[in-house]
């Protein structure tokens, strides 16, 4: 394979899958980790990918926001085990807010029967979803409604959440990175996610391993103010030491 042929594959896949590391891509092309670093570098020249610890995401990435039916149905299994790991945080009773997401929507598809759990949302597919389980008292955030992510925005869903308190707040992220901390593409979410953590006595991020080091636009807070942040097993474990280290505990689901 020609160097140019190797790179639009990798190109490809970053694009496809959100974030490329170097051990894998040297194994799966029996090239040297040396040369796909050269590769990456070259990317990075040509505007195509972006640098980060052991990988590179595609540019794309910094203010492209896949719609909720494209986001479903990537890295499902990864989702389904962060969710698992994710119910551990649940309280036995009390109120907990979920973010608009489809890895905060894993979680609400598995919330334990019986457990009477008072539930904030701003997300719209996770309240319908939730509607019919009696043993839930489901509130939903008002607001302007993002078509994009089916979210709740702006100043009617910060005013409710200024009102409010609960145990845990498990949110969701476009990107997070010790460098930069937590980012989502849209300003308006961002303010949103910052109003839930200041309304949780704890928070809990919910990230696959390719949120990691993939900062977006809008910042909405430090790894400092959240308590736990649940990734998958591909995450890798320098890179989770490195966020436990900035604050919060780690798991590896």
């Given at each position: ?15 496809a899958?959100?974030?490329v ?27 195509l ?13 910094l203010?492209?926001?896949p ?10 299994a ?6 698992r790991a ?9 109120a ?8 905060t ?5 598995i ?6 759990l ?12 939730l509607?019919?389980r ?5 509130h ?8 994009r992510?089916?979210a ?9 959440l ?22 989502t ?14 309304s949780?006595?704890?928070a809990v991020?919910?990230?696959d391993h390719?949120?990691f ?5 809008a ?18 474990p320098?890179?989770a ?10 798991v590896?689901?």
């Open positions: 394979m020609f160097a140019s042929e190797r790179q639009q594959a990798i190109v490809d896949r970053a694009r899958e959100g974030r590391d170097v051990i894998t891509l040297a194994g799966d092309f029996d090239v040297t980790p040396e040369t796909i670093r050269r590769d990456l570098t070259a990317l990075e020249r040509r505007r990918l972006r640098r980060t610890h052991g990988g590179a995401v595609p540019v794309e990435r203010d492209v926001e719609r909720v039916a494209e986001r479903e149905v990537l890295r499902v990864e989702k389904e085990r962060i969710a994710a119910v551990a945080e649940l309280p036995d009773e009390g907990v807010l979920l973010d608009a997401g489809t890895t929507g894993a979680l609400a598809r919330l334990p029967e019986g457990r009477e008072t539930v904030v949302t701003n997300g719209l597919s996770i309240a319908v979803l509607a019919d009696p043993e839930l008292t489901v939903v955030l008002s607001g302007r409604l993002r078509g992510t089916l709740t925005v702006d100043q009617w869903a910060e005013r409710a200024g009102e409010i308190f609960v145990d845990v707040a498990f949110l969701g992220v476009n990107g997070l990175s010790v460098e930069r901390g937590l980012t593409p849209d300003r308006s979410e961002a303010t949103v996610k910052r109003s839930m953590i200041a949780a006595r704890r991020v919910l990230a390719t949120k080091q993939a900062d977006t636009f910042r909405f807070g430090d790894l400092a103010d959240v308590d736990v942040v649940i990734s998958d097993s591909a995450l890798d320098g890179l030491a490195a966020v436990e280290g900035a604050g919060p505990r780690v590896r689901a």
